[in-house]
């Protein structure tokens, strides 16, 4: 089969389609015959050298994939045949034309979904229905402060943070991407370079924001800290800002009873991650259905054909795009 390859850690230069073998599934695994993956930051920071796959992983890119179900590996339960299509959650793997899921991991198409739409959906979705339940266990009016409220969790986040009964503010930087935002339900946008603490503390009234998202990390803390409210759940998934603090962090959270709450998901245990994707299956997905009136939609930014994977990682980089950008593997 094909897959996206380097050969050593470094620039969108490296990467290329490779003829490597066609994997086998295991117990309880299903062989996924991929026609749609996409891409995430965890993606480039694995082809920089920054982040190993998970132990027992598949060293190929590719954290969520659409596509049919070619194979049935032992011990399978019946909950899936071949030719059922399907998208499901990886540790990597998926920027190839096969990748083999625990049957568990996998989720069905939600009707008026095309595979490309599929793709886009099951890391963002399920990282954003992460971060706000089960880390920040969001209530019925509480506001939400979503960094880079135009990325994939961004989009997702805004969705199922209005779907809650919450009130989301973003921020983002470019009038562009807080015009998407807003068209996606968000209650209000800040440009990140300029001071979005102040102008949250002002849409606000002085309160701050029950719930902060943040994938951003060490240049964000004190803005953070500051446009937090009393008891807030600040939740850091991400470090595009650095790691380091310089300041009296602790304090100042202490200061205000807030809650500083780390989350990755791609390292998560087998049991969690089942538990996880079951939750989102019965919870959230109905709601993709073409048919549900209050639907929600994957924003998918543009479509790669996989033999341009690097200028696809090359456009991520940029920071151009507005929700996914979805790789199609060659059929």
Same mark, same amino acid.
Not at 201 to 223: A, H, M, N
């Given at each position: 089969?094909?897959?996206?390859?380097?050969?050593? $850690?470094?620039?969108?230069?490296?990467?290329?389609?490779?003829?490597?073998?066609? $994997?086998?599934?295991?117990?309880?695994?299903?062989?996924?015959?991929?026609?749609?993956?996409?891409?995430?930051?965890?993606?480039?920071?694995?082809?920089?050298?920054?982040y190993d796959p998970p132990p027992g992983a598949s060293s190929i890119l590719g954290l969520e994939a659409s596509g049919h179900v070619a194979e049935l590996g032992p011990g399978c339960q019946g909950h899936w045949k071949i030719g059922d299509l399907a998208m499901?959650?990886?540790?990597?793997?998926?920027?190839?034309?096969?990748? +083999?899921?625990?049957?568990?991991?996998?989720?069905?198409?939600?009707?008026?979904?095309?595979?490309?739409?599929?793709?886009?959906?099951?890391?963002?979705?399920?990282?954003?229905?992460?971060?706000?339940?089960?880390?920040?266990?969001?209530?019925?009016?509480?506001?939400?402060?979503?960094?880079?409220?135009?990325?994939?969790?961004? +989009? *997702?986040?805004?969705?199922?943070?209005?779907?809650?009964?919450?009130?989301?503010?973003?921020?983002?930087?470019?009038?562009?991407?807080?015009?998407?935002a807003e068209n996606l339900g968000a209650v209000a946008g800040f440009n990140y370079r300029e001071d979005f603490s102040e102008a949250t503390l002002r849409f606000t009234k002085g309160v701050g924001v029950d719930i902060i998202l943040d994938c951003v990390g060490?240049?964000?803390?004190? !803005?953070?800290?500051?446009?937090? *409210?009393?008891?807030?759940?600040?939740?850091?998934?991400?470090?595009?800002?650095?790691?380091?603090?310089?300041?009296?962090?602790?304090?100042?959270?202490?200061?205000?009873?807030?809650?500083?709450?780390?989350?990755?998901?791609?390292?998560?245990?087998?049991?969690?991650?089942?538990?996880?994707? !079951?939750?989102?299956?019965?919870?959230?997905?109905?709601?993709?259905?073409?048919?549900? $009136?209050?639907?929600?939609?994957?924003?998918?930014?543009?479509?790669?054909?996989?033999?341009?994977?690097?200028?696809?990682?090359?456009?991520?980089?940029?920071? !151009?795009?507005?929700?996914?950008?979805?790789?199609?593997?060659?059929?």
């Amino acid at each position: 089969m094909l897959a996206v390859y380097f050969d050593q $850690p470094g620039g969108p230069e490296n990467l290329y389609l490779k003829e490597v073998a066609k $994997p086998s599934p295991g117990e309880g695994e299903v062989l996924l015959k991929v026609a749609a993956s996409a891409l995430n930051r965890a993606d480039l920071l694995q082809r920089l050298g920054q982040y190993d796959p998970p132990p027992g992983a598949s060293s190929i890119l590719g954290l969520e994939a659409s596509g049919h179900v070619a194979e049935l590996g032992p011990g399978c339960q019946g909950h899936w045949k071949i030719g059922d299509l399907a998208m499901a959650l990886l540790p990597g793997g998926g920027q190839a034309q096969y990748v +083999t899921v625990p049957e568990d991991f996998l989720m069905p198409i939600p009707k008026g979904l095309t595979l490309s739409q599929a793709a886009a959906i099951p890391e963002a979705w399920i990282t954003a229905f992460q971060l706000l339940h089960l880390a920040g266990h969001i209530q019925v009016g509480d506001y939400v402060l979503i960094h880079a409220g135009s990325s994939g969790v961004g +989009t *997702a986040a805004i969705q199922l943070a209005r779907k809650a009964g919450a009130i989301p503010l973003v921020t983002a930087g470019s009038p562009h991407k807080l015009q998407m935002a807003e068209n996606l339900g968000a209650v209000a946008g800040f440009n990140y370079r300029e001071d979005f603490s102040e102008a949250t503390l002002r849409f606000t009234k002085g309160v701050g924001v029950d719930i902060i998202l943040d994938c951003v990390g060490g240049s964000y803390w004190e !803005k953070n800290v500051n446009c937090l *409210a009393l008891d807030g759940r600040w939740i850091l998934y991400g470090l595009i800002g650095g790691g380091d603090v310089n300041g009296p962090l602790f304090s100042k959270l202490l200061f205000k009873r807030g809650s500083l709450i780390s989350s990755l998901l791609r390292p998560r245990d087998f049991k969690y991650k089942q538990t996880l994707v !079951k939750t989102f299956t019965e919870q959230i997905l109905p709601y993709f259905s073409e048919d549900c $009136p209050q639907r929600l939609l994957p924003v998918v930014d543009s479509v790669y054909q996989a033999i341009d994977i690097r200028a696809a990682h090359e456009y991520m980089e940029a920071n !151009k795009n507005v929700g996914k950008i979805v790789l199609e593997l060659p059929q």
